[in-house]
Nanobody, 119 residues
Framework: VQLAESGGGLVQAGGSLKLSCATSGMILSVFSGSTKAWYAQAPGKQRELVAEITSDGSTNYADSMKGRFTISRDNARKRVFLQMNSLNSEDTAVYYC???????????WGQGTQVTVSS
């Protein structure tokens, strides 16, 4: 199983980006039953949860991202998305996709995609 993030890049403060996480080799039942999440790791800091969406569609966001970021998933295409609006310099980080399934005891991470916000 592999996860591949895309959509990162350089954007000006106030701009938007949409990250995508594509999966390969993951069966649909594992994907649909998983919790999908995005994490961010800024330079010199620990990796932190940005947003997550459970198998039933419930979402949870870090306080600083509420109202600006939206996580979504496409079960049929086995993809996860993160729409990021009103970006600021503090959002600069490498963003990682994680797909975790407690029932099947699987936990997959992508390699990350760099997001840089210029002020």
């Amino acid at each position: 199983v592999q996860l591949a993030e895309s959509g990162g890049g350089l954007v000006q403060a106030g701009g938007s980006l949409k990250l995508s996480c594509a999966t390969s080799g993951m069966i649909l039942s594992v994907f649909s039953g998983s919790t999908k999440a995005w994490y961010a790791q800024a330079p010199g800091k620990q990796r932190e949860l940005v947003a997550e969406i459970t198998s039933d569609g419930s979402t949870n966001y870090a306080d600083s991202m509420k109202g600006r970021f939206t996580i979504s998933r496409d079960n049929a295409r086995k993809r996860v998305f993160l729409q990021m609006n009103s970006l600021n310099s503090e959002d600069t980080a490498v963003y990682y996709c994680r797909i975790n399934n407690d029932y099947y005891r699987t936990d997959y991470w992508g390699q990350g995609t760099q997001v840089t916000v210029s002020s």
